[in-house]
């Protein structure tokens, strides 16, 4: 019975974080869409969440493809295939690895960040002051960084799939001795709209998931600043599992049979 009652009380409060989840996520939704907004707000978080992330975003993003030339070139020099190496870099880098690596980056910069402070203003009652204001937390809060997380994101995973494909260009080009014109023209030959847009709406949704699990993490941490901590460990890990949930889930929407 004792190993029941632990089943239970498990499965229970699985329910019950996955009922707040829900509840959360209906109502930062619901805020996003309708007025008032906070332009200054959502201008911040975009610069925060956008700019700022270039850097981290874009070296990762240039040694991926780098890597990416280089290890398949290795294993299609084996079959006499090393003219797939360009193919195989801009579909890899533009349908995942930008925006997973991209999404993965900027949860741990941007998740963490989101929770730690919104952890911090729940712990010291900040937030029961802006009830106390008549300022909607949801409003002032939430909805900025989602909205500006969702659509700032994108715009980093394009920058990513251009970084990414002209490191594979050098690699291929000054290490690997592949001609520069045939290079780029393998690189246009294969490569479709549809591979850049299931990335871009995999970022969206990535960017989507990554403020939501700052927010989430953050609006409901307790215990001062070890479970400001946990709030922020939890945003990370739970951004990153979703990241990865997510992105086979619309993989198999966009090239699933």
Not at 107 to 114: H, K
Request: with cysteine; net charge positive; glycine share 10%.
């Amino acid at each position: 019975m004792d190993f029941l009652a632990t089943v239970g009380r498990v499965f229970m409060t699985f329910l019950a974080h996955t009922g707040r989840l829900s509840a959360f996520t209906a109502m930062a939704v619901s805020h996003v869409v309708r007025p008032p907004f906070y332009p200054r707000l959502i201008m911040r978080s975009m610069v925060e969440i956008g700019y700022y992330s270039l850097p981290v975003v874009g070296l990762t993003a240039v040694f991926t493809g780098m890597v990416l030339a280089l290890q398949s070139y290795s294993g299609f020099s084996r079959f006499a295939a090393e003219g797939a190496v360009a193919t195989v870099v801009v579909l890899s880098v533009t349908r995942e690895l930008a925006p997973v690596l991209a999404g993965l980056m900027v949860a741990g910069r941007i998740g963490a960040s989101m929770a730690a402070e919104i952890g911090t203003m729940r712990v010291t009652e900040q937030i029961d002051a802006l009830t106390t204001l008549s300022t909607n937390p949801f409003k002032y809060l939430v909805a900025p960084r989602i909205l500006a997380g969702t659509v700032m994101l994108p715009f980093l995973v394009l920058i990513a799939d251009i970084i990414g494909v002209f490191g594979g260009y050098i690699v291929g080009v000054y290490k690997l001795g592949f001609n520069s014109s045939t290079y780029i023209a393998r690189t246009w030959e294969f490569l479709e709209p549809l591979d850049v847009i299931s990335g871009l709406t995999k970022a969206s949704v990535f960017g989507f998931l990554i403020t939501l699990m700052g927010c989430y993490n953050g609006y409901y941490s307790r215990g001062g600043a070890q479970g400001v901590g946990a709030a922020t460990t939890n945003a990370v890990v739970s951004a990153a599992i979703l990241i990865l949930v997510f992105n086979y889930i619309i993989t198999a929407m966009f090239f699933g049979k």
